[in-house]
């Protein structure tokens, strides 16, 4: 079966840097993904690692190791705009896309 | 048209009617998708799309059928519409299938069965 754990709820301050953590259990791993959504709007992709490290894009950043089946994504500088539900999800059997449950982050000034 | 588009963008439905989600995109992707996500979780897969005029099933792809008859269209039909099936819908395509490349997401459609 499939299964991707994430917290549910962080909350951190303006300006600070907050990690969101990901593991998973699958048959047939190709990648870690993640979105970002806003409440009452679509998921939008942040970004994907398919080995393990690090890739950064701008204030974002994401990491993955398969030995360990875990993944997090990394936000610096936040920002009041980054309150949002964080997704990761993985491909499973090449074609099917599994998302965990999200997590909430509450950006407070 | 730009990026993805979906119709309705909200219904209200009897349960036991038959009801069609309208899934368009314009920037030619091989693959698409339709999932749900029901109150405050995350998104399940239903059915999906690597290329057109083939389907596949997702996750949860029971009451739920597609067609896709060409590279742009993806419809999602419920035959005969029961109360679980409350949620928003959204569609979403990628340049081909595979975790490397970006999903982009339509604006959703939310349903609500009584």
């Known amino acids: 079966g499939q299964s991707l754990e994430q917290p549910s709820e962080v909350t951190a301050v303006e300006g600070a840097i907050v990690q969101i953590n990901c593991t998973y259990q699958?048959?047939?791993?190709?990648?870690l993904s993640w979105y970002q959504q806003h409440d009452g709007g679509a998921p939008t992709f942040l970004s994907y690692?398919?080995?393990?490290g690090l890739e950064e894009t701008g204030r974002f950043s994401s990491f993955l190791s398969r030995s360990d089946s875990y993944g997090y994504l990394l936000l610096q500088e936040l920002q009041m705009k980054d309150s949002a539900s964080y997704f990761c999800?993985?491909?499973?059997?090449?074609?099917?896309?599994?998302f965990g449950s999200g997590t909430k982050l509450n950006v407070k000034p | 048209i730009a990026g993805i588009t979906q119709a309705p963008t909200s219904q209200i439905l009897a349960a036991g009617r038959r009801m069609t989600l309208r899934c368009t995109q314009d920037?030619?992707?091989?693959?698409m998708y339709w999932y749900r996500q029901d109150l405050g979780l995350g998104l399940r897969l239903i059915h999906y799309s690597n290329t057109a005029g083939t389907t596949g099933k997702g996750e949860v792809p029971d009451g739920y059928s597609v067609s896709r008859a060409n590279t742009d269209d993806f419809p999602l039909t419920l035959a005969s519409a029961v109360p679980s099936q409350t949620s928003v819908y959204f569609c979403?395509?990628?340049?081909?299938?595979?975790?490397?490349?970006?999903?982009?997401f339509g604006p959703g459609t939310r349903l609500t069965v009584t």
């Open positions: 690692n398919g080995l393990d």
């Open positions: 979403a395509s990628s340049e081909r299938s595979g975790s490397s490349y970006e999903q982009y």
């Open positions: 699958t048959s047939g791993f190709y990648g």
């Open positions: 999800a993985h491909l499973y059997n090449f074609n099917k896309f599994y």
């Open positions: 920037m030619r992707h091989n693959a």
